[in-house]
């Protein structure tokens, strides 16, 4: 082929290649389905395919199918860094949907506010993603990870007598962004910006001061290759601890520490775990090991969110029986959060009837306590920074080999009280 034919060859497939692109809406999505983060990395993929099958079998965005593309990044930050790099630049995304985890996430931000892109984050709590001044960010969960020990105190005061009620506490946790932030939260320490030492937050005196729990123990451990868990249970034990708290990276990291903890013989009176609501905590510990424990969420299957999809009303019972009946299993939050950004997104698509991100950005930060995004975690609208407005955690609970819902009291139906104390593990 001489020089000139194969300029006309290269053009034709560029212009077949941009054509092909044209006739569908394409969304990037970086998450971890392989490595330390891919139990919730695998269900994040799960969520966001589910949605847009149903959105294609609706009839599409904007007269137009959706084709998701995800790329696994093996739970490594430069590789989802690269990932998205390549959504925008070579596979020409019109939107891209969030990462797992607060580590994935905050090098993420830098790259989408780079090209303007709305960044819809499913899993990505700690505060320090939300104050680099990047504009466009959709927290789709609660609030900061630091403020989640609000909720967990507000249970405590709810539910146990004060003269019952554990006096001390041993709070580990993994070094880890989201474990890190609900540990300063809990302890009352300050949230400092790593680019340039900046304060950003003071949370003293903490939320276990504040509610008169002495600190006995508190222990971090590496984020990456951490086995030492009997002797990390066999401290927790020692430390005499009536409540112990568990702050991890992932689902796999709770059930090391609580097979650790029963079998170094420990006897807690409550247990909080940062993670632990999906089956395979309770598959790998026991039902007797998770009965008792206590673990924050943002999403039950039995909460009667009313969410919309394809312009059609779409709430959270809706989605647990098409999540069934597509994978022959029951959701859990790592399924309906990507679930629910995927709804943010499409809304947004819908409501700026286009897919520029500017104005999918201008529609989203539109939204308000009146006319929010409605998901199957319920209604959202953003402050400034991207945080949610008006939302707080559902504190569940293991009971008999079920997740049952104990927090809030008074908004849905389903909810049960929490057993106390725990009776071991």
């Known amino acids: 082929m001489n020089k000139a034919k194969l300029v006309l060859a290269t053009t034709a497939a560029a212009f077949l290649t941009t054509a092909a692109y044209a006739e569908t809406i394409r969304i990037g999505a970086s998450l971890p389905i392989t490595g330390g983060l891919s139990v919730s990395g695998e269900k994040h993929k799960r969520g966001y395919e589910l949605c847009n099958k149903l959105i294609n079998e609706a009839g599409g965005l904007l007269g137009q199918q959706v084709e998701l593309i995800v790329s696994d990044n093996r739970s490594d930050p430069a590789t989802a860094i690269n990932q998205y790099e390549r959504f925008i630049n070579v596979d020409k995304v019109n939107a891209v949907y969030g990462t797992f985890s607060s580590r994935l996430t905050f090098p993420v931000g830098n790259v989408l506010s780079k090209y303007n892109m709305v960044h819809p984050i499913p899993s990505g709590g700690a505060l320090r993603i939300y104050s680099q001044g990047f504009k466009n960010l959709f927290y789709f969960q609660v609030n900061a990870a630091e403020y989640t020990g609000k909720d967990l105190i507000a249970l405590m005061k709810e539910q146990i007598p004060a003269d019952q009620a554990p006096k001390s506490v041993a709070v580990v946790h993994a070094d880890d962004f989201f474990a890190n932030a609900i540990a300063t939260g809990l302890l009352g320490q ?236």
């Open 190 to 425: 300050k949230v400092i910006d790593p680019a340039n030492d900046k304060e950003i937050a003071d949370l003293a005196p903490g939320y276990l001061k504040d509610a008169g729990i002495e600190v006995v123990m508190e222990e971090k451990w590496p984020e990456d290759g951490f086995n030492d868990w009997l002797n990390l249970a066999n401290s927790i034990k020692q430390s005499g601890a009536e409540m112990i708290i568990g702050l991890t990276a992932s689902a796999e990291e709770a059930v090391q520490l609580t097979r650790a903890l029963k079998t170094v013989g420990a006897t807690p009176k409550f247990v909080y775990l940062s993670q632990g609501a999906q089956t395979e905590f309770i598959e790998g510990v026991g039902k007797e090991s998770a009965e008792g424990v206590v673990i924050h969420t943002t999403w039950h299957k039995d909460v009667n969110f009313q969410g919309t999809l394809a312009g059609k009303p779409f709430n959270n019972s809706d989605f647990v029986a098409a999540f069934e009946k597509e994978y022959g299993v029951e959701p859990d939050e790592d399924s309906a959060i990507p679930f629910a950004v995927c709804q943010g997104i499409e809304q947004s698509i819908t409501g700026a009837g286009s897919t520029d991100n500017a104005k999918m950005g201008e529609w989203l930060n539109a939204r308000t306590k009146a006319e929010p995004v409605r998901t199957v975690l319920g209604n959202f609208s953003w402050d400034e920074i991207g945080l949610p407005e008006d939302k707080r955690h559902i504190m569940t609970q293991w009971q008999d080999g079920e997740m049952k819902f104990v927090y809030p009291t008074g908004e849905f139906d389903g909810v049960v009280s929490m057993k106390y104390p725990k009776a071991g593990f």
